[in-house]
T-cell receptor
Framework: AQKVTQAQTEISVVEKEDVTLDCVYE???????LFWYKQPPSGELVFLIR??????QNEISGRYSWNFQKSTSSFNFTITASQVVDSAVYFC???????????????FGKGTKLTVNP | GAVVSQHPSRVICKSGTSVKIECRSL??????MFWYRQFPKQSLMLMAT?????????EQGVEKDKFLINHASLTLSTLTVTSAHPEDSSFYIC???????????FGPGTRLTVT
């Protein structure tokens, strides 16, 4: 079965530090998608990125960057020059195909709580 | 685009009563919606997959008679927690599948407290 491991339960950094959130996944699917979501204290999930299994290019979006390595089944997320507003719980997720024809569900990791202190 | 709303955002109910949570896709049609539950400081766990016009598919361990799901239209799915108990207190989040592969748009969540 699919599994997503976020080994870091909580991380605390000081503003302007860089921080990397780790995500390791397990899947038997050859085609799959990986996601990162941010959940601030309000609770609403904020979509950050979706990456398919055939695209191993690293991606950068402002202060955010993602490193996808199929060889190690990892999809790590780095925040550069962290800010207090980055404080949230971050979830990594993996798509899982349930049935032929594309019905799928998302399997979430347990999340990493990031606290950025001023 | 791709906005999903949930109503109510918070609800408090007494033990033994039922409560209905609505999930709406505001600017797109969603043939499939998903219901998740999140306990405090824990991850999201999929409860069921709801397809418009057909019965929902429940995950193992989720009681279908307790968590009634109805997906009567392409923009609305409802979750009814029947005979609620304090242990049902949780954060319930819905999502709607978009047109792209594996796209899911999440609602803001509903915090249920059963007293």
């Amino acid at each position: 079965a699919q599994k997503v491991t976020q080994a870091q339960t909580e991380i605390s950094v000081v503003e302007k530090e860089d921080v990397t959130l780790d995500c390791v996944y397990e899947t038997r699917d050859t085609t799959y998608y990986l996601f990162w979501y941010k959940q601030p204290p309000s609770g609403e999930l904020v979509f950050l990125i979706r990456r398919n299994s055939f695209d191993e290019q690293n991606e950068i979006s402002g202060r955010y960057s993602w490193n996808f390595q199929k060889s190690t089944s990892s999809f790590n997320f780095t925040i550069t020059a962290s800010q207090v507003v980055d404080s949230a719980v971050y979830f990594c997720a993996l798509s899982e195909i349930i049935t032929q024809g594309g019905s799928e569900k998302l399997v979430f990791g347990k999340g990493t709580k990031l606290t950025v202190n001023p | 685009g791709a906005v999903v709303s949930q109503h109510p955002s918070r609800v408090i109910c007494k033990s033994g009563t039922s409560v209905k949570i609505e999930c709406r896709s505001l600017d797109f049609q969603a043939t499939t919606m998903f219901w998740y539950r999140q306990f405090p400081k824990q991850s999201l766990m999929l409860m069921a997959t709801s397809n418009e016009g057909s019965k929902a598919t429940y995950e193992q361990g989720v009681e279908k008679d307790k968590f009634l799901i109805n997906h009567a239209s392409l923009t609305l799915s409802t979750l009814t927690v029947t005979s609620a108990h304090p242990e049902d207190s949780s954060f319930y989040i819905c999502s709607a599948r978009g047109r792209g592969p594996y796209e899911q748009y999440f609602g803001p969540g509903t915090r249920l407290t059963v007293t």
